[in-house]
């Protein structure tokens, strides 16, 4: 059975820093590409980043560009999202989850698509106040 678990969310203030961590049984993590969503307080989730079956290639949405950066460690079956300069916008429950979709460098967005994504954590909590 597939399943993955969310680990690393709290709170932090503004400008600060939290790892989360993305655990994976039931499955070889290697098999597939590992997406990062999040829902924010009154609004849809979405997705953000997402990184593929080798590592190899990654995306982040705009607003997460410079600050976050997503890594994996296939042999720990984990993927990884380090979060630098929070912001009060971040404060959200966030969410990993695993696709076997294989996406063109060309159109590496497309990872961000949720519907692609068949199994899902239960999601972790971050909110950055100060």
């Known amino acids: 059975q597939l399943q993955l678990e969310e680990s690393g969310g709290g709170v932090v203030q503004p400008g600060g820093s939290l790892r989360l961590s993305c655990a994976a049984s039931?499955?070889?993590?290697?098999?597939?590409?590992i997406g990062w969503f999040r829902q924010a307080p009154g609004k849809e989730r979405e997705g953000f980043s997402c990184?593929?079956?080798?590592?190899?290639?990654?995306y982040y949405a705009d607003s997460m560009k410079g600050r976050f950066t997503i890594s994996r460690d296939n042999a720990k079956n984990t993927v990884y999202l380090q979060m630098n300069n929070l912001k009060p916008e971040d404060t959200g429950l966030y969410y990993c989850?695993?696709?076997?979709?294989?996406?063109?460098?060309?159109?590496?967005?497309?990872?961000?698509?949720?519907?692609?994504?068949?199994?899902w954590g239960q999601g972790t909590q971050v909110t950055v106040a100060s």
């Open positions: 989850a695993a696709t076997r979709m294989i996406y063109s460098v060309t159109a590496y967005n497309h990872c961000l698509r949720s519907n692609d994504y068949a199994s």
């Open positions: 039931g499955f070889s993590s290697g098999d597939y590409a």
């Open positions: 990184i593929s079956r080798s590592g190899r290639n990654t």
